[in-house]
């Protein structure tokens, strides 16, 4: 059964701090790993696509590794700001659909 | 190019009463995706369509769900007889292909009274 499992489920930081926001998953034939970012009562913004045969991807203060042999996924946030207060979701993409974690809920305090 | 669509947003329905719930693809997107988020859950996949075939559906409840993406028009995910357990948000996604990257809708949420 695939499984994706996001640690801590919730995080709380200071302005301007480094961060970085885990993601295991159990199914080593992944197609692709994707974080998304949910705000409270909206849909979902795609932050980063990795596929299977990358290492990494960045998107401005974004970047996001995945290491298949080891199953994880980590998202770095750099210089966090009051507009990163999100929650931030890990998925893992196999033939067909895409597995959620539950999610981190993040909060930058100013 | 506009973004995945549904409608309504917001949807309410007193118990025992159908729901249908509407998804428009990104253009040029043949496959389209059912996601479901109940309240404190994470995201979970419920069908997986392609125009006129239901591909994968080992996620939808086996009664009173339905889901469906014809020829023309947009993907149809119909609940009968609503319970209040299926207050949720409903995404639908799409991809040109299968396996890309997703692109979500807003979200239809279902209230149930």
């Known amino acids: 059964k695939q499984e994706v499992t996001q640690i801590p489920a919730a995080l709380s930081v200071p302005e301007g701090e480094n961060l970085v926001l885990n993601c295991s998953f159990t199914?080593?034939?992944?197609?692709?790993l994707q974080w998304f970012r949910q705000d409270p009562g909206k849909g979902l913004t795609s932050l980063l696509l990795i596929q299977s045969s990358q290492r990494e991807q960045t998107s401005g203060r974004l970047n996001a590794s995945l290491d298949k042999s080891s199953g994880r996924s980590t998202l770095y946030i750099a210089a966090s700001q009051p507009g990163d207060s999100a929650t931030y979701l890990c998925s893992q993409g196999g033939s067909e659909k895409l597995v959620f974690g539950k999610g981190t809920k993040l909060t930058v305090n100013p | 190019n506009a973004g995945v669509m549904q409608n309504p947003r917001h949807l309410v329905r007193r118990r025992g009463q159908e729901a249908r719930l509407r998804c428009s693809p990104m253009k040029g997107h043949s496959h389209v995706y059912w996601y479901r988020q109940l309240p404190e859950e994470g995201l979970k996949f419920m069908v997986y369509l392609q125009k006129e075939n239901i591909i994968d559906e080992s996620g939808m409840p086996k009664e009173r769900f339905s889901a469906e993406f014809p020829k023309e028009g947009p993907s149809i995910l119909r609940i009968q007889q609503v319970v209040r357990g299926d207050s949720a948000a409903y995404f639908c996604?799409?991809?040109?292909?299968?396996?890309?990257?997703?692109?979500f809708g807003p979200g239809t949420r279902l209230t149930v009274t």
């Open positions: 996604a799409s991809s040109p292909e299968g396996p890309y990257e997703q692109y």
């Open positions: 199914d080593s034939a992944i197609y692709n």
